[in-house]
């Protein structure tokens, strides 16, 4: 799902790198802790990046915190499964742990515990039910032919409130969905329909210059997912630290959150809705 995103230096000395949200900070700078990005998606295979928290200094290694030799396992309360980590250049870092014996159901709670020397952390999160998206819109850019703009709509469920994230994937250019620029949005009533401005994500894997609307000239996958509320708020304040984090007016001075126990990070069992959206020609090109 995720390996994006620039840094976010909010106040604190001690940096903490989440694959998917670039730095954060995190307190203790004496004291590292491990770093969990997990996720599985329903009818999916979970994925973990395990790492280890470090103090934004120039001579330490990244590859040191990559934690390669961690014992990770995930349960749904009836199989407990030992991932297997490996490289893998679809993910930043390159390094993943995952099962091909385990897929995602909703309605099951599952449990990742990740371990490796003094780090150990554990995080459980409840799979919902995929979202209901009753319509997606696009419209050629004003401004621009290779741009488009793309909206969701999504029908909130019974068991409200229901909360909802969206990542994104430029086929070209992304190896797997990103989270996308404010791509929160929460149901309070049953059956209401909540629509959503659909931006791209920021992948720390793409080097070329990042333009934050859809681009229209390649295919690009939509992935709407309905989240657990940690990790709705996990993301809303990753929106505000990404968003605002670089200004000298608004200064954000708050932890990212999340539901990992003994570290830092999120795991999100997440009902998941694919839409993919085709390139569609450009007017100005040539037949």
């Given at each position: ?14 940096i ?47 590859v ?6 961690g ?62 998206v009753?319509?997606v ?89 309905r ?36 570290g830092y ?23």
């Open positions: 799902m995720t390996q994006y995103i620039k840094k976010i230096l909010p106040a604190m000395a001690l903490v790198l989440l694959p998917c949200a670039g730095c954060i900070e995190a307190p203790e700078p004496e004291n590292p802790r491990g770093v969990l990005e997990a996720w599985i998606d329903s009818n999916g295979n979970p994925v973990v990046l395990f790492t280890a928290s470090f103090v934004d200094d120039d001579e330490q290694s990244m040191d915190k990559v934690i390669r030799w014992h990770v396992r995930i349960t749904d309360g009836i199989d407990t499964i030992i991932m297997t980590g490996g490289p893998n250049r679809d993910f930043y870092p390159p390094y993943r742990y995952t099962t091909y014996a385990m897929r995602g159901v909703p309605g099951r709670t599952y449990t990742v515990i990740a371990s490796w020397k003094q780090y150990s952390v554990r995080a459980q999160s409840r799979m919902p039910e995929p979202p209901d009753v319509e819109k696009e419209m050629p850019a004003a401004d621009c032919d290779t741009l488009r703009e793309v909206t969701v709509s999504i029908r909130a469920p019974q068991d409200v409130p229901a909360y909802y994230h969206v990542s994104t994937q430029v086929m070209s250019d992304d190896s797997s969905p990103t989270p996308a620029i404010l791509g929160c949005a929460r149901a309070d009533k049953p059956g209401e329909i909540v629509t959503m401005q659909v931006y791209r994500g920021k992948s720390r894997l793409n080097k070329k210059d990042f333009v934050p609307r859809i681009p229209s000239n390649t295919d690009v996958k939509v992935r709407v997912e989240v657990e509320p940690d990790i709705y708020q996990f993301w809303m304040n990753f929106n505000d630290a990404t968003l605002f984090g670089g200004s000298m007016l608004v200064t954000i001075n708050k932890p990212l959150g999340g539901n990992v126990e003994g990070g999120y795991f999100s069992a997440q009902g998941v809705t694919d839409i993919l959206l085709p390139a569609i020609a450009s007017p100005t090109a040539s037949p």
